[in-house]
């Protein structure tokens, strides 16, 4: 039997969240096994107040969601490095990477991310287990959770979902999904071995005049240049570039010929001795505010999202 377990808690009052995620985190002190909570602030602060001094005491890790998940695609290499840390141990996390402010498109990664912890964690000695605000949720949003989680809980009781899919069904739906077109203004470049200087240069312009700051600039020039790269490597020598902004956000869509063969990659950190562990996807995700990715029989698309900090979503 598979000793991970990964449970998605649906609540709809402060109350319900306490008596969930606090009796868990307090069951999982009494144990003395390692535990993380990471979930957005408001959430974090009504636990610091139901945990008083145990917050404080170094037996458990507590991050902000709306940081430590700000891309969801980055969330599942940090809980596997919080796993790794304790191996040998069973661990204990919190996750709860969906609040109700998250934008439809963080939602759909959200919810890929979701499906994928069961890949990620099969046969490790963890529990992981993800709150569902139903109050404030769309519907959807929560009917997706009893297709991502194999075990629901809600009102102290606990039973199998029969509506569970498994990731690679879970995955192929999110890639199943259309992305919004890009404006029609967009500018467009197609790309091949030695244009990796034009596309930079176009990236920084862009981010230049959206007015983002010096170190988000660099990021996102970097992160493009990353996807490129990928491209030239990978996505069959050659790619097409669209840059765009949004508001306070910078928008780059890379598109090659290529594809995912592994649903993981990019959300586990690559080991040095990889030869081609998705390193470039890696920091594509820890650089950018969201990454959307649809990989298809046609080919692959990378969407990177680089925001304004006074453009940020919070809960």
């Not at 979930?39 to 430590?68: C, K, N, Q, Y």
């Not at 934008?103 to 979701?114: D, G, L, P, Q």
């Not at 069961?118 to 959807?140: E, H, Q």
């Not at 470049?189 to 990796?196: K, N």
Request: aromatic share 6%; net charge negative.
């Amino acid at each position: 039997m598979d000793p991970f377990v990964h449970p998605a808690l649906f609540y709809r009052t402060p109350q319900e969240y306490l008596t969930g995620v606090g009796g868990f985190v307090d069951s999982a002190l009494k144990a003395d096994e390692p535990v993380l909570v990471a979930v957005p602030g408001p959430r974090l602060r009504l636990l610091r107040g139901h945990l008083g001094a145990a917050a404080d005491s170094g037996r458990i890790t507590l991050a902000d969601m709306t940081e430590f998940g700000r891309n969801p695609g980055r969330i599942l290499s940090a809980l596997r490095d919080f796993a790794d840390r304790h191996t040998g141990r069973p661990v204990r996390i919190v996750g709860e990477p969906i609040w109700p402010r998250r934008s439809r498109a963080e939602m759909v990664e959200a919810t890929r991310h979701e499906a994928l912890i069961n890949a990620s964690f099969a046969g490790r000695d963890a529990t992981i287990l993800c709150p569902y605000d139903t109050a404030g949720l769309p519907a959807d949003v929560c009917a997706e959770a009893h297709r991502t989680h194999p075990v629901l809980w809600e009102n102290g009781m606990e039973w199998p979902s029969p509506h569970y899919a498994g990731p690679e069904a879970v995955n192929a739906d999110c890639d199943a999904l259309p992305l919004p077109p890009p404006p029609a203004d967009a500018r467009l470049l197609t790309f091949v071995s030695g244009d990796l200087g034009e596309v930079r240069h176009h990236a920084d312009r862009l981010a230049h005049e959206t007015g983002l700051d010096v170190r988000r600039r660099g990021d996102f020039v970097l992160a493009v240049g990353e996807a490129a790269a990928n491209s030239l490597a990978h996505g069959g020598g050659r790619g097409t570039l669209l840059l765009w902004a949004e508001g306070p956000s910078c928008l780059a869509e890379v598109r090659d010929s290529g594809r995912f063969t592994d649903p993981l990659a990019g959300r586990r950190r690559p080991t040095l001795d990889s030869a081609d562990g998705g390193r470039g996807l890696w920091m594509m995700h820890q650089l950018c505010d969201l990454v959307e990715t649809r990989s298809a029989a046609t080919g692959l698309t990378v969407r990177l999202h680089m925001t304004r900090p006074d453009g940020l979503s919070r809960p």
